[in-house]
């Protein structure tokens, strides 16, 4: 039977048909289980098909015994299955493994270990933590980590204390103390933010979010200045904290860098502290809110203006735009008419946009500018269209010029802006202008081929409009 067998399971192996090999494994002939759990911890080996191949937790027996099998890479093999399969029988022997000849052996052992999740493998583990093998070493620490035991915690800070470890293997140790979070680790994690290594500052400050403790506010209220990972980690700590690191953060709004002001803003926002006084509200707003900031009023006008002259973002430059817009104060407009007249065309947009917000504040400048002759036709244009969205009846001597446009499609945006505007002064211009708009378009379209249809139909179109407009005026009086 056995020889029977024997072509089959190399065929097996050959092919790789892993269900042939689980049905081998359980095999009555300890030779063919001995062959099987060999193929399998020999394709486990091999780092591509770690995962691929799910095992049967039946089949822990004959791979344990091949633990001590004399090639390495039918250990390794041996390791990485067991810990697939997670059988905590399998701990003791794998233990053993922590001592083994081979790197790859140990630090499977060790990984394979952590899947299990044994504790009998903490004390071990932490002596592993002492490998001469920086693989292995950073492996036992990680594995620490994720087992969660408190009893790593006090080896660990004394060992990276003393200078045990280096480089990644730090990393990894600040990293599992984190995930242990036992509150003995603090001191370390505190010292680590010292550390001129953004990615250890990185690390130890996102181990502080399991380990909130006052005394590491004052190191990390300084990381909220550097790149997002690290700000974010630091501001996370400092949220567990809680209202203890309140103090350190207010102090933090005076600060030159703007995205520091803001980031602490946010997190004061967070820990639900409000200002009570009048500067600091502005100071608190100027870093947190442009919106917020903008309710106050006149009062906000001039900070928006200093944050808009020292910001070079041009997402922030936007959102200071709109917030002067709504502040609804006349202090805002001279900002706004300057951006309105700029080259750069987005800003120019912004601004309009804004004008229109502040509304009736910004109507006698924008109609005093709209007189001066300096404009360029795009930059009255958009003064006029600023004018018809906020729709005051100090505009009329604008629109009531404007039905007097060379071109049919002002003449007709005039008219409704005049509508808009309601004021009963507008109606004998309104009147004036059916009449003249007859000659009017003779001028327009003398060049032009056009038909007198078309013409008449574009007459009575203004007609209509104005009808429309003169109902609307009188209807309101």
């Known amino acids: 039977m056995l020889n029977i067998l024997k072509p089959d399971l190399e065929r097996i192996i050959a092919e790789n048909d892993f269900e042939g090999l689980m049905r081998a494994l359980r095999h009555r002939s300890e030779e063919v289980r001995t062959q099987a759990a060999r193929a399998v911890a020999r394709l486990k080996s091999v780092d591509g098909h770690y995962e691929r191949y799910p095992l049967d937790p039946r089949v822990a027996q004959p791979l344990a015994m091949l633990l001590h099998d004399p090639d390495p890479v039918i250990r390794l093999g ?261 951006l309105l007249h700029s080259t750069e065309h987005a800003f120019s947009g912004q601004a309009a946009l804004a004008l229109a917000e502040v509304g009736e504040p910004a109507v006698e400048p924008l109609v005093k500018e709209s007189q001066n002759e300096r404009l360029s036709s795009w930059q009255r244009q958009t003064l006029l269209d600023i004018l018809r969205k906020i729709g005051d009846s100090r505009a009329t001597p604008v629109f009531v010029k404007e039905l007097e446009n060379r071109f049919h499609s002002e003449r007709m945006r005039a008219v409704v802006a005049l509508a808009d505007c309601g004021d009963a002064s507008a109606i004998n211009p309104l009147h004036t202008a059916i009449l003249n708009e007859h000659a009017a378009l003779q001028d327009e379209y003398q060049s032009r081929s056009v038909t007198p249809l078309f013409l008449k139909r574009k007459e009575k179109e203004f007609e209509e409009a104005v009808q429309e407009a003169l109902d609307r005026i009188l209807g309101r009086g």
């Open 78 to 338: 041996a390791c990485r299955a067991l810990g697939e399969i997670g059988d905590a029988r399998a701990a003791a022997l794998l233990v053993e493994r922590l001592e083994d000849g081979s790197n790859t052996v140990r630090r499977a052992a060790a990984e394979a270990l952590g899947r299990i999740g044994s504790p009998e493998a903490v004390e071990p583990l932490i002596h592993a933590s002492a490998d001469k093998n920086p693989g292995v070493q950073i492996t036992a620490v990680e594995v620490l980590g994720l087992l969660g035991d408190v009893r790593a915690a006090e080896p660990l800070c004394k060992a990276a204390d003393q200078g045990y470890f280096k480089g990644d293997a730090y990393l990894a140790v600040l990293k599992s103390l984190g995930q242990i979070a036992d509150p003995q680790a603090a001191p370390l994690l505190i010292r680590a933010l010292g550390v001129k290594d953004a990615e250890v500052q990185r690390t130890a400050a996102a181990a502080l979010v399991s380990i909130p403790d006052t005394a590491a506010v004052e190191a990390l209220v300084p990381l909220l200045s550097y790149e997002n990972a690290t700000a974010s980690a630091a501001g996370e700590a400092l949220l567990k904290i809680g209202p203890p690191a309140i103090p350190a953060l207010v102090r933090r709004l005076d600060v030159p860098s703007w995205p520091l002001r803001r980031r602490v803003a946010v997190l004061l926002h967070r820990l639900g502290w409000q200002p009570d006084e009048h500067f600091p509200l502005l100071k608190y707003y100027l870093a947190r809110d442009w919106n917020g900031l903008a309710t106050l009023g006149e009062d906000a006008v001039e900070p928006l203006r200093t944050a808009l002259e020292h910001t070079r973002s041009y997402t922030v430059q936007c959102e200071l735009i709109q917030a002067l817009g709504q502040t609804h104060a006349a202090g805002a407009v001279p900002q706004l008419l300057n």
